[in-house]
Structure formats: C-alpha cells, structure tokens
Antibody, heavy 125, light 109 residues
C-alpha cells in the first residue's frame, strides 16, 4: 500500500523560500503516476499547486507558476516543492497526493486516490 | 482556467436525509470530475471519480452524476459519519491545470 509523508520546516520567514518534501513508501515514484502538491489555508478550500512525473515533466497552477518549482529525486523515492517569495497568504496545510496515469497517454489520469497527512507551514517573522 | 462552483456552501441536514450537492464547471470537462470528503484535521478522501464511479471501499449511499458542466453528489441517507466538507475537482483539462470547487460543509440540523 503506497503511503505519502510530507516533511519540512513548519515556519518560514516572509520573502523566504518554502521547501517541502514528500516521501513515497510502499511503491516506486517511477511508476505511472503524477505526483502533486495541494494546499489549504486555515479555514479555506483546496488549491492545487502543481505536479511532476518521474521523467521530470511538470505542470503548475498558473497563479503560482512564477514562484513554484517541483522536482523529483528517484534515488530517494521522493519529490519536493519550493515556493519562493512567500507571504502570509502562503500560510497553509500542504498536502502531497497521487494521481495514476490512464494509458496510453500521460496526459490523462485518475483522481487523487492517495494523500499524505499534510504539514502545516506558517509564514511569519 | 476552468472555474468550479459548488452549491450550497453550507447545508444543514438530519441523519437519514437525502442530500444533494451541485458542482458547475465554467466549461465542459466531459466526465473528468471527482468528489472528495474532508473531515477537520484530515486529508481529503476520494469518494467518486470520473463523475459517477464509486471509489473502492466507499459506501454505496454515495453516488455521483452529470457530465459536461453540471454535476451532483448525492448521499441517499445521511449517516453520522457523513458530516464533513465535500469538494468537487476537475481534472484532465487540456492544460492540466487542476481546480477544486469552494467546498460544501454538511452540518447537523
């Protein structure tokens, strides 16, 4: 059974860079899945940040694209999120999630069937 | 980007009630719609994918319908464990920019 676990600093200073990692266990990050980051500000709804395939292909939310980098480390079976120039508006619970590819095209996936437990990140000085 | 609009934002209901939540897409998304349930402090849980397919292990009182731009999630007989917030999500758009609806909180009446 695949499990996802987020990790990273819980506090980031304004104008700094938020960095999180999602460790994949019980399966390979090189399987046919897109790996995503989703966030949820306190008391608010869900916002998709972006995704990565093990080849390194990425797609990002247009509203965050200029500040987001998602990368994959196949040797560690994990993927990472970097969000630059953060402000208080970036305070949120950050989740990683999996979407399985529907063959034959890499463009089409199923919905998010596996999620991490989430990690709270606060942007404050 | 494709915008997803859920209604109502809050719903008060009693155990045993039939509950319906609506989700509208700003353009056609075929059947590429999912429904999630989220409880406080927990990650979302997939209930329905491809508009009407029930995720394994999800009770059959949950059902989804619709295609194009109009979708519904129905709970046929609300149970105590169902009080939660529900989100719709479109996926597999041309741009692969995934978006969620604003959520519907189902409260005890």
């Amino acid at each position: 059974q695949v499990q996802l676990q987020e990790s990273g600093p819980g506090l980031v200073k304004p104008s700094g860079t938020l960095s999180l990692t999602c460790a994949v266990s019980g399966g390979s990050i090189s399987s046919s899945n897109w790996w995503s980051w989703v966030r949820q500000p306190p008391g608010k709804g869900l916002e998709w940040i972006g995704e990565i395939y093990h080849s390194g292909s990425t797609n990002y939310n247009p509203s965050l694209k200029s500040r987001v980098t998602i990368s994959v480390d196949k040797s560690k079976n994990q993927f990472s999120l970097k969000l630059s120039s953060v402000t208080a508006a970036d305070t949120a619970v950050y989740y990683c999630a999996r979407a399985t590819v529907i063959p034959p095209s890499l463009h089409y996936t199923d919905a998010f069937d596996i999620w991490g437990q989430g990690t709270m990140v606060t942007v404050s000085s | 980007d494709i915008q997803m609009t859920q209604s109502p934002s809050t719903l008060s209901a009693s155990v045993g009630d039939r509950v319906t939540i609506t989700c509208r897409a700003s353009q056609s998304i075929s059947s590429w719609l999912a429904w999630y349930q989220q409880k406080p402090g927990k990650a979302p849980k997939l209930l329905i994918y491809k508009a009407s397919s029930l995720e394994s292990g999800v009770p059959s009182r949950f059902s989804g319908s619709g295609s194009g731009t109009e979708f519904t999630l129905t709970i046929s007989s609300l149970q105590p464990d169902d009080f939660a917030t529900y989100y719709c999500q479109q996926y597999n758009s041309y741009s692969r920019a995934l978006t969620f609806g604003g959520g519907t909180k189902v409260e005890i009446k």
